[in-house]
C-alpha cells in the first residue's frame, strides 16, 4: 500500500505541519536547555563582563567585546528556543509499538538503489543528529502513522519521488 507524503497520514490527516511536534523527551530537553542558557544569560555573562573591565585596558577591550558576541549567541538561541516550545504540539505516546511515531526507529529501504537506512523520527531534527529524520520534512511525514511491510512513496524538494519500504519499526531506547 503506497502513500503520498502530501496526501494525509493513516488518520486523515494533512502531514503538512505548522507547529513543531515533540516528543515529551524533546520537550523537557529543550526546556532544560532554555532554563540553563537563561541562567548564563543572566548571571554568568554579567559576572564575566564585570570581571572583564578590571583587566587592562587592551585585554578588557577584547575580553568585553568576546562577552557581547558570546550574549548575542545566547539571546538568539534562546529566542530560538522560545520559539519551538511557544509553538510545539507534545506528542501522546499512545501509539501502537508497531507504528512509526515521533522518537521511533524506522530501517527502511531506498527501493530504486536497495539502500536501506535506519532513522530516528524527531518532532524537530537539528539537535539529534544525521540519522534523524524531522516528523515535517517529506521523508518523516510519509513514515508517520506507517508499520513495517508498508511502501510510501516521497516527493523530495525538486519534485523527484523516492519509494521507501518500511522494513521494521522500534521504540525510542534502541534502533532496529
Known amino acids: 500500500m503506497a502513500r503520498h507524503a502530501r496526501g494525509g497520514d493513516a488518520c486523515g490527516m494533512d502531514t503538512v505541519m505548522a507547529r513543531p511536534l515533540l516528543t515529551p523527551q524533546e520537550h523537557q530537553s529543550y526546556l532544560d536547555e532554555l532554563n540553563r542558557l537563561c541562567e548564563v544569560r543572566d548571571r554568568d555573562l554579567p559576572d564575566l563582563l564585570r570581571e572583564a573591565r578590571t583587566f587592562v585596558a587592551n585585554d578588557a577591550a577584547e575580553e568585553v567585546i568576546q562577552i557581547h558576541d558570546d550574549q548575542a549567541a545566547v539571546n538568539a ?24 511515531a515521533l522518537g521511533r526507529w524506522v530501517e527502511v529501504e ?47 524538494p525538486g519534485g523527484r519521488v523516492e519509494h521507501l519500504r518500511i522494513l521494521s519499526v522500534a521504540g525510542a531506547d534502541r534502533a532496529p
Open 110 to 156: 531506498y527501493v530504486r538503489s536497495g539502500k536501506i537506512v535506519t532513522y530516528r523520527v524527531a518532532g524537530v531534527p537539528a539537535h539529534h543528529g544525521a540519522r534523524t529524520v524531522s516528523a515535517g520534512s517529506p521523508v518523516g511525514a510519509a513514515l508517520l502513522g506507517r508499520s513495517a511491510g508498508d511502501m510510501v512513496a516521497v516527493e523530495l
Open 77 to 100: 538561541r534562546i529566542a530560538h528556543l522560545t520559539e519551538i516550545l511557544s509553538s510545539a504540539t507534545i506528542a501522546s505516546g499512545d501509539v501502537e509499538p508497531h507504528i512509526v
